[in-house]
């Protein structure tokens, strides 16, 4: 694999996700790239200027000659940015696991800390497991699969269609990790120390099957058996949902780390208020669908869709809703937000719903004026540290339960 010129500076640029944009000098395989990653916009102006602006997304593209950060609104730091996407994936990602202060660049805490980990991980060798193989066999091996064998060799006794468990490294977890390692490896700009550890750590899994190009992450369960590798796989995955890394022409590489922060604090909500939710009666249930208005045919029903909602005897009691822009970002609107809510509130029949916004602020309830129904404002301050994030969450569990309580809703008040 080729790699850049080491001569050839890269330029280092920085948007805020709610700013306006800039106006800078890109070369148009950058601008392309740039584009096509999603994370913001690049638009020609002529004399090779670009103006460049930012589209709701987070994070960084680098390129050989520019690298493009989008960070967070209110300067949310790295190890923030991962702590949420983790949760996001009910994966309980610790804050210490990312080997980077919240200042630092994102692809040099990306690579230091998933070689920290996977060196952690891989200290006392490669770790094993029984993975499942169907094969043609001319002996018996495990389990002759009789079905098989009947539909694809009627009245042949040989070879078997067989089925045995293995004792090997190649599973999932070593494919999760090497496949992390390898686009990590392929990152412009990796310091060259940082990048040996990756090579040689990879090394140590040349018996794992390598994940095709475009292939799903493959599913693993947490066990006491994988524990030292619980870390670097949430890590991993991470990565690998996340980020790219690839070779163009000649001297020309790319990598990109794009996220959808309105989706990733949807997700990180819904996730973390299940969690807290569960100390009281009844079930949350996420992105819950249900009827708006009436009509003779389907496809003319109106319907709404509240990230959450809580159930009381199969009856919703309370609606939630994650809203990443907050009244007072650029673009946001808390009148459509509120029009949303009640939307929400008719439809399910519910007193009150809460709305999440991230942000700073006090709460705030307001009255819907001619009907019954409160819309309460929680704001959820991602500048603080975790532990204090998911405290407010069970806040906002404990406050939201009390209404449903005082409201008259609790079991005891459905019969049966």
Not at 185 to 196: T, Y
Request: glycine share 8%; charged share 25%; net charge neutral.
């Amino acid at each position: 694999m080729q790699r850049a010129d080491p001569r050839v500076s890269v330029r280092h640029l920085v948007l805020d996700e709610l700013s306006g944009g800039m106006v800078e000098r890109l070369d148009a395989p950058s601008a392309a790239f740039l584009n096509a990653s999603g994370l913001a916009k690049a638009s020609p102006m002529g004399m090779g200027l670009y103006r460049i602006e930012p589209v709701g997304k987070v994070g960084s593209v680098r390129t050989s000659t520019v690298q493009l950060d989008v960070r967070p609104k209110d300067r949310l730091g790295l190890g923030r940015l991962l702590f949420l996407l983790s949760y996001a994936g009910e994966q309980g990602f610790r804050q210490d696991a990312v080997a980077a202060d919240e200042e630092r660049e994102l692809w040099s805490a990306l690579a230091e800390s998933l070689a920290q980990l996977a060196e952690r991980a891989l200290g006392r060798g490669v770790l094993q497991g029984y993975l499942t193989v169907e094969e043609s066999l001319r002996t018996v091996k495990g389990r002759i699969r009789i079905s098989d064998q009947i539909s694809r060799r009627p009245g042949m006794l040989v070879p078997l269609e067989v089925s045995y468990d293995e004792f090997t490294e190649d599973i999932a977890e070593n494919r999760i990790l090497r496949a992390a390692l390898e686009r990590m490896g392929q990152v412009p700009g990796v310091r060259p120390e940082v990048l040996g550890r990756l090579r040689q750590l990879k090394g140590k899994l040349d018996a794992v099957a390598r994940l095709p190009a475009g292939s799903p992450v493959p599913p693993w369960t947490p066990t006491r058996m994988n524990l030292r590798y619980h870390a670097v796989l949430r890590l991993a995955e991470l990565i690998l949902r996340n980020a790219s890394a690839e070779a163009g022409e000649g001297s020309h590489r790319t990598a990109s780390f794009v996220v959808d922060m309105a989706q990733v604090f949807e997700d990180f909500v819904g996730t973390a208020l299940r969690s807290a939710m569960a100390a009281y009666p009844g079930e949350l249930r996420l992105r819950y669908n249900a009827l708006l208005s009436e009509a003779v045919r389907d496809s003319d029903r109106l319907s709404v869709r509240p990230d959450a909602v809580h159930m009381l005897g199969g009856r919703p009691v309370v609606a939630y809703n994650a809203k990443y822009r907050a009244a007072s970002d650029a673009g946001a609107s808390l009148t459509a937000d509120h029009y949303q809510m009640l939307a929400h509130c008719t439809a399910l029949a519910v007193p009150t719903a809460w709305l999440v916004y991230a942000g700073k602020g006090e709460m705030k309830l307001r009255r819907i004026l001619n009907t019954d129904i409160d819309i309460v404002e929680f704001p959820l301050d991602l500048s603080r540290p975790p532990s204090d994030i998911l405290g407010s969450i069970q806040e906002l569990a404990r406050l939201s339960w009390g209404e449903v309580v005082r409201a008259g809703t609790t079991p005891a008040a459905f019969p049966g």
